[in-house]
């Protein structure tokens, strides 16, 4: 069975930083593509950012030049750094992983920006 584990979200005041961090443990074989979403309420759920399994990243335009996605394979984690936060950024984050082929969501965490 794999879990994804979240951590790291919070309320930070506009303009401060915040770092997700997502692992996997359990039995699997591989991890592929790693990625962030969030859900604002009322609206559906957005991708944020992803990583390959060769490290290439892709970003929505949103937060290109503020996110920042990497990942450890040694320690089947993937990471969100979040810099230059905004209002508009609040939301719940979730991270998505491919382990062997399926899908798998973590639990979510809270990201709440405001003075």
């Known amino acids: 069975q794999v879990q994804m584990v979240e951590s790291g979200g919070g309320l930070v005041q506009p303009g401060g930083s915040l770092r997700l961090s997502c692992a996997a443990s359990g039995s699997f074989f591989r991890i592929n593509a790693m990625g962030w979403y969030r859900q604002a309420p009322g609206k559906q759920r957005e991708l944020v950012a992803a990583i390959t399994n060769g490290g290439s990243t892709n970003y929505a335009d949103s937060v290109k030049g503020r996110f920042t996605i990497s990942r450890d394979n040694a320690k089947n984690t993937v990471y969100l750094q979040m810099n230059s936060l905004k209002p508009e950024d609040t939301a719940v984050y979730y991270c998505?992983?491919?382990?062997?082929?399926?899908?798998?969501w973590g639990q979510g965490t809270q990201v709440t920006v405001s003075s």
């Open positions: 998505n992983v491919d382990v062997g082929g399926f899908p798998r």
